[in-house]
């Protein structure tokens, strides 16, 4: 019996790591635009771009292009609207498994002079056994082409199991912030590792010298928070300055966190999850030492993007912090993006499902230089969605 239960429960974790239970259910988006009336708005929600398959970040250029990542390995562009056929030359080779692959793409505040693009990909370092490395890389870009490819900051290696994102955000301190997933090891309580954490670097990826854990023996001087399942969303909260990550929990106990340095956010020893197979990770969801989230998604919403909304076509909107979903309770075909509405203390006063109807698994959410939201599906044939408001 008890072999029995083992071997459900690695086929349950490799269905889990393979998606496919979210590759079920998620009907065909449509050609657009809907117009889908929320609890505070009208939002009609119009299609930019189709075709991009399981995109993973949207990023916004000086001249009006957008780039666009794909998980397996390619860049895409949007030029005057239109998706281009040819994906931008250039790319380094990126190992590509299951949740693995091309992860972000974020332009240098400075990008129109110098040009500068930042990756986050997973490179495999060797095949028997297969390990497999985060890579951070700065590259020039211009005319639908990198070049002068560099690696900043590659990781400590693992098997290549499991999930693991890599987002990045660049603070008003000018500092580049990078999180790193760390899902099925107890590496993100490793100070040796930079798996399950968030770095905080310079632009040139080497440590600023006033990061907490510089000086502190076995700590790299890179990190800045430690104890991270997977952050798959990274954002600084207007309203406060703040740095904000949305990060999977394992069968449920998401997070939503705000980020301060030095502090330890507490996986593996505790989560507000539960294992695969049933059983709770920790018998307690806090103990001493550890930073509790400002919100849990109980059951979970298999989290990534996240952003905070500073148009002006949904003033309610602004105190809000806005999460991709996959999927609500391990259940197919329940993709949304969910918008969590904090009071001026800090308080999450309200929880809001948008966009249920679409059913479709959001993976990145970025506002763009125009003042409007943007999203991507994560779909084989995803899409680049822009809201606004319905005209009256």
Same mark, same amino acid.
Do not use: C
């Given at each position: ?28 988006? #449509? @050609? ?194 430690? #104890? ?24 449920? =106990?998401? @997070? ?55 148009? @002006? ?45 679409? =059913? ?10 125009? #003042? ?21």
């Amino acid at each position: 019996m008890m072999q029995f239960k083992r071997l459900v429960s690695t086929a349950i974790l490799l269905l889990l790591s393979m998606g496919s239970f979210a590759q079920f259910g998620s009907p065909p988006l #449509g @050609e657009g635009p809907f117009d889908i009336r929320t609890y505070q708005a009208n939002v009609r929600v119009s299609v930019v771009a189709h075709g991009i398959a399981h995109p993973w970040a949207v990023a916004f250029l000086p001249n009006g292009d957008m780039l666009v990542s794909e998980r397996e390995g390619q860049l895409r562009l949007i030029h005057n609207g239109e998706l281009q056929a040819e994906p931008v030359a250039g790319m380094p080779e990126v190992y590509q498994l299951r949740l693995l692959g091309f992860m972000e793409v974020l332009p240098h505040p400075e990008f129109a002079q110098n040009n500068y693009l930042y990756l986050t990909y997973h490179k495999l370092v060797t095949e028997e056994p297969r390990e497999v490395t985060f890579v951070l890389a700065r590259a020039h870009y211009a005319d639908g082409r990198l070049s002068d490819l560099e690696e900043l900051l590659t990781t400590d290696t693992w098997n290549g199991d499991g999930g693991a994102a890599a987002r990045l955000a660049f603070g008003e301190d000018g500092k580049l912030y990078m999180s790193v997933g760390a899902t099925r090891d107890q590496s993100a309580q490793d100070p040796a590792s930079l798996r399950g954490k968030i770095l905080r670097l310079n632009d040139d990826g080497s440590a600023p010298s006033d990061n907490p854990f510089v000086g502190r023996e076995g700590y790299r001087p890179e990190i800045y928070t430690m #104890g991270h399942r997977n952050p798959a969303g990274l954002a600084f909260n207007p309203n406060t300055g703040e740095l904000w990550a949305s990060e999977y929990g394992p069968n449920g =106990g998401d @997070e939503l966190n705000i980020i301060r340095a030095g502090q330890n956010y507490g996986w593996p020893l505790v989560s507000y999850g539960r294992d695969y197979p049933g059983p709770f990770i920790s018998p307690v969801p806090w103990m001493e030492g550890m930073t509790m989230p400002v919100a849990t998604f109980i059951p979970g919403i298999s989290p990534s993007g996240l952003a905070f909304y500073t148009g @002006e076509d949904f003033p309610t909107w602004t105190t809000s912090a806005f999460v991709g979903a996959s999927r609500v309770g391990q259940v197919p075909g329940t993709g949304r993006m969910v918008r969590l509405f904090f009071d001026e203390n800090g308080n999450e006063r309200s929880r809001e499902d948008l966009f249920t109807e679409l =059913g479709q698994r959001i993976r990145d959410i970025k506002m763009g230089p125009d #003042g409007l939201m943007y999203l991507l599906t994560e779909e084989q044939d995803g899409a680049l969605l822009v809201l606004s408001k319905v005209p009256d």
